[in-house]
């Protein structure tokens, strides 16, 4: 299979389950960008992001076409996001794969025993 079938299959994936539930693209673009499209752990997290920024800003336009978003309460959101994103692209430079992947793991289970339990 070409690698450029592969880019578009987990493009594809991520964009849908972005536009399904306003986010969790990035759980299927780190393993599948790693593991299946060859890129190092630490580029698939880093590309994951690139990718996830445009595709949020659609789901978002078409969000707020469809009357369900509020660009006034999202707003305080954005920007405590903005905050954390660069935090965390601090301690992303220093921080060893290892612990990346456990934490990352962790969050996926947690959200899938959140989503399971509806809490």
């Known amino acids: 299979m070409s690698k450029k ?16 539930f306003g ?4 759980l299927f673009l780190v393993p599948l960008l ?8 630490r580029a698939a997290f880093a590309t ?9 800003i659609v789901s ?12 006034v309460s999202a707003l305080p959101y954005l920007i405590g996001g903005a ?3 660069l935090i965390a692209g601090r301690i992303f430079q220093n921080m060893k794969m290892l612990w990346l ?4 793991g962790l969050l996926i289970l947690y959200g899938g025993i959140r989503a399971v339990l509806l809490l």
């Not at 986010?23 to 990035?26: K, R, V």
């Not at 978002?60 to 660009?71: D, E, K, M, P, R």
């Not at 992947?101 to 990352?104: A, D, N, S, V, Y």
């Open 5 to 20: 079938y592969r880019y578009l299959c987990t493009g594809a994936l991520a964009g849908l389950t972005n536009g399904l």
């Open 23 to 26: 986010a969790g693209g990035g």
């Open 34 to 41: 790693s593991r299946w499209c060859g890129l190092s752990t």
């Open 48 to 56: 994951s992001v690139a990718i996830i920024f445009p595709l949020s």
């Open 60 to 71: 978002a336009v078409l969000y707020y076409q469809n009357g369900t978003l509020s660009i």
């Open 83 to 85: 905050i954390g994103g």
């Open 101 to 104: 992947r456990r934490i990352f």
